[in-house]
């Protein structure tokens, strides 16, 4: 189930279904191969962990965020803050770059 690229690292995104519909934040960690993205401060979850001395660990109860479909999100355009379908387009210069759908605003720098 791989995808085309078109969430990376660092986008503002919004989730779109699920408990968390609504809710926007950076995205952290894309994983190509299952396609699932980690959204800061969204789908969080509880982990139990033992205390490690050796690397200074303390134990207890350590809250994370847990990782949600890629189809679940949408890219927040910059321009109009409004969640957003992704397009690329090559521009003069030759640079293929993202675009966002609903306005047309660039995505790539």
């Given at each position: 189930m791989a995808t085309s690229g078109k969430i990376k690292k660092g986008d503002q995104v919004q989730v779109m279904v699920g408990k968390d519909k609504g809710k926007k934040g950076k995205v952290l960690r894309v994983d190509r191969p299952t396609g699932r993205v980690v959204v800061e401060?969204?789908?969080m979850i509880k982990r139990h962990s033992k205390p490690n001395p050796g690397k200074g660990v303390t134990g207890g109860i350590v809250e994370r965020?847990?990782?949600v479909s890629i189809a679940n999100v949408m890219v927040i355009s910059p321009d109009?803050?409004?969640p957003s379908r992704i397009g690329f387009k090559r521009?003069?210069?030759g640079r293929r770059v993202r675009v966002a759908?609903?306005?047309g605003a660039i995505l790539d720098q």
């Open positions: 401060h969204v789908n965020e847990a990782p109009t803050g409004r521009l003069e210069d759908k609903v306005d």
